[in-house]
């Protein structure tokens, strides 16, 4: 792996904690719509592309309303219930002060994370911050990695690390030719589908340690 120029971050459980909100919002979408709810397995073994492009396919003619009660029920809590990882913003605070550009790409709308971004106050972290809807496409498309970059003068390849948790983060990494890097202790698939990222690190401790691994001072 080579030192990175630029590191760009997944949102939801790599940087906040967020998967009970998704979960408690998506049961009450069913409940609304008269489905049976989802265990909460069921809903982290499935959430992983924006809903723009995966509603259509959970509910067919349904998907722009469940699109609309869902964010309903999440609007109503986020804010309130949005808890960083340990050790998150020590990670973002040492890399901006190493003078990394760093960015967000998330499969969550893109007003809400610049929401939640500022309500951490953690805005002055992030050069751009890319969700759904903010481009034609959604991650894990390159574009949408393009997109974080601009104005960083720094293109997608292998000097840029985009770090997230699940399957998806390790697809979206690959599609731009970027480096892959997870940070869970649970191994990334896609789906039913295994996928293996240049590095796996169970927590934020772990990837200061492997960032001073390539001379950046944490």
């Keep these: 792996m080579r030192r990175p120029r630029a590191v760009l971050f997944d949102w939801d459980n790599t940087l906040v904690v967020s998967w009970e909100i998704i979960h408690e919002s998506l049961r009450l979408t069913f409940q609304d719509l008269g489905r049976e709810p989802w265990s909460f397995d069921q809903t982290r073994n499935w959430v992983r592309r924006s809903m723009r492009d995966s509603f259509p396919d959970l509910f067919g003619t349904d ?73 034609p496409v959604d991650k894990p498309a390159p574009e949408a990695m393009a997109l974080a970059l601009e104005g960083t003068g720094i293109a997608a390849g292998p000097d840029v690390w985009y770090v997230g948790d699940t399957g998806i983060d390790v697809t979206c990494a690959r599609n731009a030719g970027c480096t892959a890097v997870i940070v869970s202790a649970d191994p990334p698939r896609d789906g039913d589908c295994p996928r293996t990222p240049d590095h796996q690190i169970a927590d934020h401790a772990g990837l200061q340690g492997f960032f001073r691994h390539y001379g950046i001072t944490i």
């Design 63 to 135: 998907a722009a309303r469940a699109e609309h009660l869902f964010y309903r029920h999440y609007r109503a809590h986020h804010l309130s219930r949005l808890t960083p990882l340990t050790g998150a913003e020590e990670t973002l605070r040492a890399l901006r002060r190493n003078g990394l550009p760093l960015g967000v790409v998330s499969s969550k709308q893109g007003d809400l994370v610049r929401e939640e971004a500022a309500h951490l106050g953690w805005n002055g972290y992030f050069g751009r911050i890319v969700g759904a809807c903010d481009g």
